[in-house]
C-alpha cells in the first residue's frame, strides 16, 4: 500500500508544479469570462469582420476568429475546459481549508 501511496504521491507532486493555484484560479476566470460573454465575444467578432474603418488583415482575423468560436468543436471543448477547471478549482480550494486533507477529499 506504501509503495502505491508513494506512487500516486509522486505523481500529485508533479501535476502540482503544473497545476498550481494560481494557475487553476486564472485559467478558470479567463474560461470563466469567454463562457459567461460568448454572445457578445462573437457580434463583435463579427461586425469587426465586415468594419470599413479596419484593414483587411484586420477584418480577416475578425472573420476568422468568429468562424473559430462558433465551430460546435470550439463550443463543445469551452464547455469541457470550463467543467474541468471549475471541478479543479473547487478542489485547490478544498485543499487549501485547513481541516481537509487529500485522503479525506478524495475518500
Not at 494557475?23 to 457580434?43: C, E
Not at 474603418?53 to 468543436?73: E, N, P, V, Y
Not at 471541478?87 to 486533507?101: C, G, I, K, T, W
Request: aromatic content about 10%.
Amino acid at each position: 500500500m506504501e509503495k502505491c501511496a508513494a506512487g500516486v504521491g509522486a505523481e500529485l507532486l508533479k501535476i502540482g508544479r503544473i497545476l498550481d493555484v494560481c494557475w487553476v484560479a486564472s485559467s478558470f476566470r479567463a474560461v470563466k469570462a469567454v463562457w459567461n460573454n460568448y454572445a457578445a465575444l462573437f457580434a463583435h467578432f463579427s461586425y469587426a469582420s465586415i468594419d470599413s474603418g479596419l484593414d483587411s488583415k484586420d477584418r480577416s482575423q475578425f472573420k476568422g476568429m468568429a468562424t473559430k468560436i462558433s465551430s460546435s468543436s470550439f463550443v463543445l471543448n469551452l464547455g469541457l475546459v470550463y467543467d474541468a477547471l471549475q471541478e479543479l478549482s473547487d478542489l485547490s480550494e478544498s485543499l487549501q481549508a485547513e481541516s481537509v486533507n487529500l485522503p479525506r477529499h478524495m475518500g
